[in-house]
C-alpha cells in the first residue's frame, strides 16, 4: 500500500498563499500520478489539481486555474500545490492522492487508488 500524508494547511487571509505538501511512501512514487481534492462539509469531494507521472500534463479545476500550481520531486517523493490569490471558496480539506501509472491526469475522485488524510485550510475574508 501506500501511504500520502497531505500538509501545509492553515487559516490564511484572502489573497494570501498557502503551500501544501504531500509525502508519499512508496520507493515508486514516480509511477503514481498525484491528484489534489478538497471538500467542505455537506459537499462532495471535488478534484482541484493533478499532476501525471510523467509530470507533463498537469490539469486544474477552472475555478482555480492561474492560481494554483501543482509539482512533484520524484527524488523525494514529494508533491505540492501552491496556492495563491486565496479566497473564501478554497476553503476546505485539502487532500492528495496517487492513481497508479496515471499517464493522463484526472480529476475523478474514483480514479485514484491511494488516499492520505487531509490538511485544512480556512481563508479568511
Known amino acids: 500500500d501506500v501511504q500520502l500524508q497531505a500538509s501545509g494547511g492553515g487559516l490564511v487571509q484572502a489573497g494570501g498563499s498557502l503551500n501544501l505538501s504531500c509525502a508519499a511512501s512508496?520507493?515508486?512514487?514516480?509511477?503514481?500520478?498525484i491528484g489534489w481534492f478538497r471538500q467542505v462539509p455537506g459537499k462532495e469531494r471535488e478534484g482541484v489539481a493533478c499532476?501525471?507521472?510523467?509530470?507533463?500534463?498537469?490539469i486544474y479545476k477552472d475555478p482555480v486555474k492561474g492560481r494554483f500550481t501543482v509539482s512533484r520531486d520524484n527524488t523525494k517523493k514529494m508533491a505540492y500545490l501552491q496556492m495563491n490569490s486565496l479566497n473564501s471558496e478554497d476553503t476546505g480539506a485539502y487532500y492528495c492522492?496517487?492513481?497508479?501509472?496515471?499517464?493522463?491526469?484526472?480529476?475523478?475522485?474514483?480514479?485514484?487508488?491511494?488516499w492520505g488524510q487531509g490538511t485544512q485550510v480556512t481563508v479568511s475574508s
Open positions: 492522492a496517487a492513481d497508479h501509472l496515471g499517464l493522463i491526469c484526472t480529476l475523478r475522485a474514483e480514479e485514484f487508488d491511494y
Open positions: 512508496t520507493p515508486y512514487f514516480d509511477d503514481y500520478s
Open positions: 499532476i501525471n507521472v510523467g509530470d507533463y500534463n498537469k
